[in-house]
């Protein structure tokens, strides 16, 4: 049974940078895709970023340039690092794998303007 618990979200002010990880369990993690989703309140859940086994990411429009998806196979684990974040970033974060419907609880990442 896939496993996925997200952490790093927090408070920060625009322009700051936080770094969200997410463990996971219960699955061969080094041969899955992984994606970061994100929901701001009121919003449908949206594709923030994707990174593929072989290391191969994708980004969401609104996040090219300021966020980056890695992965550490050894550890189980898939970050997103996030810099220059806007008020428009907060949002509860989430990890996926690929082909799965299981969601993690979540970490939620606000921005103060």
């Known amino acids: 049974q896939v496993r996925l618990v997200e952490s790093g979200g927090g408070l920060v002010q625009a322009g700051g940078s936080l770094r969200l990880s997410c463990a996971a369990s219960?699955?061969?993690?080094?041969?899955?895709?992984m994606d970061w989703y994100r929901q701001a309140p009121g919003k449908q859940r949206e594709l923030v970023a994707r990174?593929?086994?072989?290391?191969?990411?994708d980004y969401a429009d609104s996040v090219k340039g300021r966020f980056t998806i890695s992965r550490d196979n050894a550890k189980n684990t898939v970050y997103l690092q996030m810099n220059s974040l806007k008020p428009e970033d907060t949002a509860v974060y989430y990890c996926k794998v690929v082909g799965y419907t299981y969601w993690g609880q979540g970490t939620q990442v606000t921005v103060s303007s």
């Open positions: 990174i593929t086994s072989f290391g191969s990411t």
């Open positions: 219960g699955t061969i993690f080094s041969s899955k895709t």
